[in-house]
């Protein structure tokens, strides 16, 4: 009997041992997923951040253009306002003469549609 009983303690040795593997090997299956889930966001964080970083430089490179463009239409509108002003002072003695002439200088005619009703 005692044979039998030596036979059971190392059945249920053996069984511990198989239980205490297999809990190993779960323990490090989920030490390696939680590892690979870690390394995953971190690639996924560094991918972001160059997306992020190359569509911060485009956007850059086209606001930089869009600034240029404003800059240049301040000039071009500044350079018209001049231009407009110079001619106004250039040219406003000749119109107010001719304004006052046209309205002190006054000729009576009578209008070509004109019927005489008689």
Do not use: W
């Amino acid at each position: 009997m005692t044979s039998q009983s030596q036979g059971i303690q190392q059945l249920l040795q053996a069984e511990k041992r198989a239980k205490d593997k297999l809990e190993e090997a779960k323990k490090r299956k989920g030490k390696r997923l939680k590892q690979a889930k870690e390394e995953a966001i971190a690639e996924i964080d560094h991918y972001r951040l160059q997306r992020e970083r190359e569509f911060r430089n485009k956007q850059s490179n086209i606001m930089g253009s869009q600034g240029n463009l404003s800059t240049k239409i301040e000039e071009q509108t500044t350079e018209k306002i001049r231009d407009i002003t110079s001619s106004f002072h250039k040219y406003m003695e000749n119109v107010m003469k001719e304004l006052l002439n046209m309205v002190c200088d006054i000729k009576p005619e009578i209008h070509p549609n004109y019927r005489d009703a008689v």
